[in-house]
């Protein structure tokens, strides 16, 4: 169990796990949250790039899909092992069933429901999107957003993201519904 900062008197029981499309804004809200909560902040990307020595990029162009995502599940998996914090996931990791059950086993998904325009309009001018690496990335990104939605609606808890909020506003929307769904997650000290 982490226990936050004395002035917000926060506790937080388990990971929480931000899931959703790219440019939803889990690392930016996840970082941000982190420290109004005073916990650690963790991305599976990051932590995947550090061990393999290469970006998301290269391990899809040098091994494929498939092999980055065995090693997203492992890195997800020990992730969740450690202190409870704040994990942000890549948009693709909340598509299989064994990360959806470890991730509501061991920690909460939340996912940050960004719509398609939101979204196109945070992600339109990154070189670092493999999966949007096409002729047509916006036509892409609609039919990723498509067949993602149904399957990020099983979330534990859903978080809508706005045009306009700030990442503190995002946070603590973060906050408010965790504590009024999940007081096992994150709970107010008495």
């Known amino acids: 169990m982490a226990e936050t900062g004395a002035h917000n008197r926060l506790i937080l029981h388990k990971t929480i ?3 959703g499309m790219m440019g939803a804004g889990k690392t930016a ?3 941000t949250l982190a420290g109004h909560l005073g916990v650690v902040f963790r991305d599976s990307d990051h932590e995947i790039e550090e061990a393999a020595n290469m970006t998301i990029a290269e391990i899809f162009a040098r091994d494929g899909e498939p092999f980055f995502r065995r090693k997203e599940h492992q890195v997800i998996d020990r992730l969740l092992d ?16 064994d990360n959806r059950r470890i991730m509501s086993a061991k920690g909460v998904s939340v996912w940050l429901d960004a719509d398609l325009d939101l979204l196109w309009e945070r992600v339109r001018h990154k070189s670092t999107r493999p999966l949007l690496r096409t002729a047509d990335p916006k036509g892409t990104l609609r039919d990723l957003f498509e067949a993602r939605v149904p399957v990020y609606a099983g979330a534990d808890v859903t978080v809508k993201s706005e045009k306009g909020l700030s990442l503190d506003a995002m946070a603590r929307r ?3 519904t965790l504590l009024a769904e999940r007081p096992d997650v994150l709970e107010r000290r008495s």
């Not at 450690?82 to 069933?97: H, K, N, Y």
């Open 82 to 97: 450690g202190t409870p914090g704040i994990l942000s996931t890549g948009g693709g990791a909340f598509m299989s069933p």
């Open 174 to 176: 973060v906050t408010e």
């Open 29 to 31: 809200v996840g970082r």
């Open 17 to 19: 796990v931000f899931v």
